[in-house]
C-alpha cells in the first residue's frame, strides 16, 4: 500500500477523516505492523499448541503428527502443518526483535511524507523481512524431520538426546563472539544508515530492503533459533525468553550484553553435557 504525505479527505465526516489520518501516519502502521503479525503468530502457537492435550482415547495432535514423521510416513499435510508452525514461531519471535529496524524506516518515512513525497508501507517491509525468516523456515523443518526420524526429538517435539542439546547451547553461545555475530547485529542495531543509503519509493523496493535487512537478522539470530531444538519447540517458556533477549540485544549498543549471553549458554550447555555425563556413568561397587 502506497502512501503520500496528503490525503483528500474533505467527502468524509470530521471524525471519520480523524481516524483516517491517524491510520495513515507511517509510525502507527508500524506499531499496528508489529502488534498485527507478532500477535497473529503467538495467536496461531497457542491454537496449535492448545491441541496437543492427550485427548482421551489418542494422543494429541501434534504428538500424532510427530509420530508419523518418526515412523518415516510424513506426508505434505504434515510437513505444511510443521512449516506453518515454524512460520508462526518466526512472526512471534522476530517481528518483535525488528521493531526498531521498522520504526526507523518509519521516521524517515515521516519526513519524507511532510515534504509530500510518495512512500510504502512498513507492511511491505516486514513482508520482505518475513519471507527471509519463512525462507530460514524451510531448512528448520528438514532438520526438524531429520531429528526426528533419527529419534533425537521425542514424540512430543522435545530434545530426546541432552547430548545434543548441551551441543546446541555451547555452539549458539560461542556464535555469540564470531564476528559474522557482530557485524550483522551492529545492521540490525544501526538500521538508519541503511534505510538512508539505500532508500525507495516502489513497494518492490521496499520489499527488497525488508529482504536485505532480513538477512542480516538472520546472520545475527539464527543459532539462537535453533536453541529450540535444544529446549523443546513447544516450550513456550524458552520461546519467550529467546524473543525477549533478541529484541533487547537489538535496543542496545555494544556487544556486552551479547557475550553475556554468549556465556550464559556455553555455561547452560556444558552443565547439560556433564549432567548427561553423570547420568551415564556407571557406580559399582564391589
Known amino acids: 500500500m502506497s502512501e503520500t504525505a496528503r490525503h483528500d479527505m474533505t467527502h468524509l465526516s470530521p471524525a471519520v477523516a480523524s481516524l483516517g489520518h491517524v491510520f495513515t501516519r507511517p509510525k502507527v502502521l508500524a506499531w499496528l505492523c508489529v502488534i498485527v503479525l507478532g500477535g497473529l503468530g503467538w495467536l496461531y502457537l497457542a491454537l496449535l499448541f492448545g491441541g496437543t492435550a492427550s485427548a482421551p482415547g489418542g494422543p494429541g495432535f501434534v504428538q500424532a503428527l510427530c ?7 510424513s506426508g505434505p499435510y504434515a510437513v505444511a502443518v510443521i512449516f506453518s508452525m515454524w512460520c508462526a514461531m518466526a512472526l512471534a519471535m522476530m517481528l518483535p526483535s525488528a521493531a526498531p529496524m521498522i520504526l526507523t524506516y518509519t521516521e524517515i518515512a515521516d519526513t519524507a511524507a511532510r515534504k509530500g513525497e ?3 508501507s ?8 518475513a ?4 525462507g530460514f523456515s524451510v531448512f528448520a523443518v528438514l532438520g526438524q524431520i ?4 533419527t529419534a533425537l526429538l521425542d514424540r512430543g517435539m522435545a530434545s530426546a538426546n541432552p547430548l545434543l542439546s548441551g551441543a546446541i547451547f555451547i555452539f549458539a553461545g560461542i556464535y555469540q563472539f564470531s ?22 519509493t516502489t513497494n518492490a523496493g521496499v520489499f527488497r530492503l525488508g529482504l536485505k535487512q532480513g538477512l542480516y537478522c538472520l546472520g545475527c539470530c539464527w543459532a539462537m533459533m535453533l536453541l529450540m531444538f535444544g529446549v523443546g519447540l ?10 525477549i533477549v533478541m529484541t533487547i540485544e537489538k535496543m542496545l549498543t555494544g556487544r556486552r550484553f551479547t557475550h553475556a549471553v554468549g556465556i550464559v549458554l556455553m555455561v547452560v550447555g556444558v552443565s ?10 556407571p557406580l559399582r561397587t564391589s
Open 179 to 200: 564476528a559474522l555475530k557482530h557485524a550483522c547485529l551492529t545492521r540490525c542495531q544501526q538500521p538508519f544508515p541503511f534505510f538512508f543509503t539505500n532508500w525507495a
Open 118 to 120: 510518495r512512500i510504502v
Open 67 to 73: 509420530s508419523t514423521l518418526q515412523d518415516g510416513l
Open 234 to 243: 513447544m516450550n513456550i517458556v524458552w520461546m519467550t525468553a529467546i524473543a
Open 272 to 281: 547439560m553435557l556433564l549432567a548427561a555425563g553423570a547420568g551415564r556413568w
Open 131 to 134: 519471507a527471509v525468516w519463512f
Open 146 to 149: 531429520a531429528l526426528t526420524r
Open 122 to 129: 512498513p507492511f511491505v517491509l516486514a513482508g520482505g523481512y
